[in-house]
């Protein structure tokens, strides 16, 4: 994932780019075509806030954020292709955002609607929500944020498909799975009963089998039926003034939480229990779910039970689902609302009896018949909102025209340029809206007079398809060509913080699908440099996620998620440039691997990275007093001993090594399996000029250098030369070490004793001998620990078992 250029990479960074360049330059040295792109989410807010704040112009900010974090990043040795370098705020880039934009409007995925804004009252400005603090105050003015209805844009039908995720974790589908969510249910429609003719209201219910429970309606502060002509003028003052108050952030906040609501004064017809019942307005309904309505159960559902207690409806709740096996002191008491679905009660006249299952399709289906209702879904996830009434963005390339309306800027009027000559006061409008010979424009379609949409994206766009430009960065006439995306595309493996696991990659996969959809790419796995061996989604938890942040409720409230200050919250302090310059870039990538497996929590935490540089330095130093060279390794069988066991560690080692870094990421075993591998030549006493001894030390550097470049490079260099060989080569040029099958092979083995049954000691063993009793018995008896057990007992029986790997004495 590419990063926002805040103008210093964070410890979170660190680690993610890290794992990306270990395994491109792992790959790369087996032989794979690897595409290790980088590039820079460089629009948003805190460049607008720099503008404000320090009068910097947010291009030049970017700019020179961008600089200084590149240096940062060669710091670290990663290898990136700068040569697909992007950044989503250069007009090059987000021409291309806005002709996606087109593309989403011309297939009816992109429309207006209304939806609320946080405003500021003092400054006359749209405040994103990171610019208000926990007191509903705008960070500025100090002043109460109002919420404000504004037209603005959407994508629509983020849909679902996440089954067809075969590679990505399983926490990750999980997470998009609650964030997305279906629901199925009931759309009941209750006519209203006024004097004046007001039709019926309509809510939507998961749970129909509950329909005789329903003692009140409950619409949301936004439904139209809130309004000076609807309402009963007796209650209309009260009414307005208490969905007025919630136009704070604050009163808004307040009221969910304690379930306030009002009465409205009017009144509905249950058609089946034949009540009139009470209507209200409360903030916990939403308006952008299901209908905006909901028909309130307070003996069935915890947030109607809690609005009834607030707002004291009614005294006697109305249970109509009952347990199926009766309990029945459970039901019916005042504890709280049975949630669970059971068995219809006698309230509930002829479908007493019903389980709920089968009472819901059976009333859905009578409720069609008397017109009283209809089946409906609905997809908890809301639209993407992707309007930003603010300066630092991709505008939207849309025209507003007195007479033709709405109209998309043609394609080769593209880009629309930001203008850079702009102010930042932070107050007013927003500094587009202020740039008038910019708004003013031709309509493209009449020529005559038009206003351009001041609105500009949300970052989250530009960042759902930067990974498909980087097949074709330099691509002038497409955002992409279908063949370069088709050859690399999907991306194999996309490494980062497990906080995008909803929103980005959900949002991600909605860009993907629709370029898919319209033919803009095919996946053709055979053309594909990795085929047949998939790679992986991996998502590193630098921090853990905080527990109150991506929870979506049932009623698709909204929710934030703050990323920025997570990351800042938990590194504090930690400037990456600072550690590398005292530790060292090695031992910081080393340690950063070492500590975690990139699925799991890292804490930054530099207290035992000293271990690290020490094992740096023993590398070096045995590549150093290596004098011989690999070209003449021996025959298996005319090792000696000592060849032949570093030789067998050397090979098990690649092997482990191997696996573990394609199979499972798993670089925290790698690096402790070289770690005994250069303990094993160490302490060896092998000849320094042996080629076992050489061939040894240069498969330990060659595995060590995807995680630790600069060592690497430099003992290789210092083995190269004692070889004299090329001394010029990398060792990035050099092939993977592969393991011999036979190589592997021990000459003894480890054996499990028992006497009477139970584990008493191990003998190390010639292997092959342990099918022989008589021999296992010779050899067990020759250690002391044999000598105790065994003693001078006879041995009557002897179990050899699991291949010989356990034997045991009777
Ligand atoms: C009556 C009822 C009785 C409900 C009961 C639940 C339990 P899911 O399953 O997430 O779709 N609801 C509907 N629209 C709403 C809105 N705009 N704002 C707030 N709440 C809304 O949730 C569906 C349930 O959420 C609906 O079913 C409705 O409450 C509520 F024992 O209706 B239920
Ligand atoms: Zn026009």
Not at 166 to 172: F, I, K, L
Not at 289 to 313: I, S
Not at 730 to 747: C, G, H, I, M, N
Request: aromatic share 10%.
């Amino acid at each position: 994932m590419f990063p926002y250029p805040s103008g210093m990479l964070h410890m979170g960074h660190v680690r993610v780019y890290t794992i990306s360049d270990t395994i491109q330059r792992f790959r790369r040295m087996k032989g794979y075509n690897v595409l290790h792109p980088m590039g820079w989410d460089a629009f948003g807010l805190p460049a607008e806030n720099a503008a404000i704040e320090r009068g910097v112009h947010p291009a030049e900010w970017t700019t020179k954020n961008i600089a200084i974090m590149k240096e940062q990043m060669d710091k670290l040795m990663l290898d990136f292709d700068w040569s697909k370098e992007l950044a989503t705020c250069d007009p090059k880039y987000y021409r291309w955002t806005q002709y996606i934009f087109l593309e989403l409007y011309k297939a009816g995925l992109a429309y207006q609607k209304e939806a609320e804004v946080n405003w500021d009252p003092v400054d006359q400005t749209v405040l994103a929500n990171e610019q208000v603090d926990h007191d509903g105050r705008s960070w500025r003015s100090g002043a109460l944020v109002e919420r404000r209805k504004l037209k603005q844009w959407f994508f629509k039908d983020l849909l679902n498909d996440i089954e067809l995720l075969e590679h990505w974790p399983d926490r990750v589908k999980q997470m998009q799975r609650h964030w997305i969510g279906k629901s199925k249910g009931v759309e009941f429609d209750f006519p209203i009963t006024a004097n004046k003719d007001m039709g019926h209201l309509t809510v939507y219910t998961s749970r129909p089998d509950t329909i005789f429970g329903v003692q009140y309606l409950v619409v949301s502060p936004d439904h139209p039926l809130i309004s000076k002509d609807t309402l009963p003028t007796e209650h209309a003052e009260e009414t307005l003034a208490f969905v007025d108050n919630l136009k704070s952030v604050q009163g808004k906040e307040e009221a969910e939480q304690s379930k306030k609501g009002a009465f409205t004064g009017l009144y509905a017809h249950h058609p089946l229990t034949e009540e009139n019942i009470p209507i209200y307005v409360a903030p916990y309904v939403v308006s952008d779910y299901g209908t905006g309505a909901v028909m309130g159960v307070p003996a069935h559902d915890k947030r109607d039970w809690e609005f009834c207690l607030t707002n004291k409806v009614v005294d006697e709740l109305k249970f109509v689902v009952e347990p199926a096996i009766q309990e029945v002191d459970k039901v019916g008491t005042s504890d709280g609302p049975f949630l669970a679905e059971g068995v219809l009660t006698a309230l509930s006249g002829k479908y007493k009896g019903l389980k709920s299952k089968k009472a819901k399709q059976i009333i859905l289906k009578d409720a069609m018949e008397i017109g009283f209702g209809r089946p409906a879904t609905q997809y908890r996830l809301r639209d993407w909102l992707l309007s930003r009434q603010r300066y630092w963005g991709a505008p939207i390339p849309i025209v507003h025209c007195a007479s033709c309306k709405v109209v998309p800027v043609p394609k080769e009027d593209l880009p629309v340029e930001l203008p850079l000559d702009v102010g930042f006061s932070g107050r007013g409008s927003s500094p587009l809206a202020q740039t008038e010979d910019w708004v003013n424009c031709k309509c493209p379609k009449c020529n005559g007079p038009a206003k351009r949409e001041t609105d500009t994206m949300d970052t989250f766009v530009d960042s759902s398809w930067y990974f498909t430009r980087f097949t074709d960065s330099q691509n002038e006439s497409l955002p992409f060509s279908s063949d370069k995306a088709s050859s690399r595309l999907p991306v194999d493996v996309y490494i980062g913080g497990v906080e995008h696991a909803i929103l980005h990659l959900l949002y991600s996969r909605f860009l993907s699908k629709f370029f898919f959809k319209q033919g803009a790419y095919q996946d053709t796995p055979e053309t594909k440099p990795g085929n047949g061996e998939p790679f992986n989604v991996l998502l590193t938890q630098v921090w853990d996620i905080n527990p109150a942040s991506p929870k979506v409720k049932a009623t698709g409230e909204k929710t934030t998620v703050s990323f920025e200050k997570m990351s800042k919250s938990k590194y504090n302090g930690v400037d990456p440039v600072n550690v590398i310059e005292k530790e060292g870039v090695d031992a910081t990538r080393l340690h950063m691997l070492y500590k975690a497996p990139p699925s799991e929590v890292l804490e930054w935490d530099d207290t035992s990275i000293v271990g690290m540089q020490r094992w740096l330095v023993k590398v070096l130093k045995l590549a150093q007093s290596s004098t011989g060279s690999n070209t003449t390794i021996p025959a298996l069988d005319s090792m000696t001993q000592v060849e032949r066991d570093v030789y067998r560690t050397t090979h098990q080692t690649i092997k482990q090594v191997t696996e573990a870094m394609t199979n499972t990421f798993g670089f925290n075993t790698a690096i402790s399996d070289l770690i005994k591998l250069s303990n094993t030549i160490t302490g060896s006493n092998l000849a320094t000029d042996s080629p076992v001894y050489h061939h040894a030390v240069q498969s330990l550097v060659t595995m060590m250098s995807p995680m630790a470049p600069s060592m690497a490079e430099e003992s290789w260099e210092s083995l190269s030369l004692e070889s004299s060989r090329n001394p010029c080569s990398s060792v990035f040029q050099q092939p993977w070490p592969t393991w011999e099958k036979e190589a592997l092979v021990k000459d003894t083995v480890d054996c499990v004793i028992q006497v009477n049954g139970k584990t008493r000691l191990t003998v190390s063993v010639p292997a092959g001998s342990v099918t022989d009793a008589t021999q296992m018995e010779q050899l067990t008896r020759a250690t002391p620990q044999g000598q105790k057990w065994l003693g001078d007992h006879t041995v009557r029986r002897t179990i050899v078992a699991k291949n010989g790997a356990l034997v045991n004495f009777i």
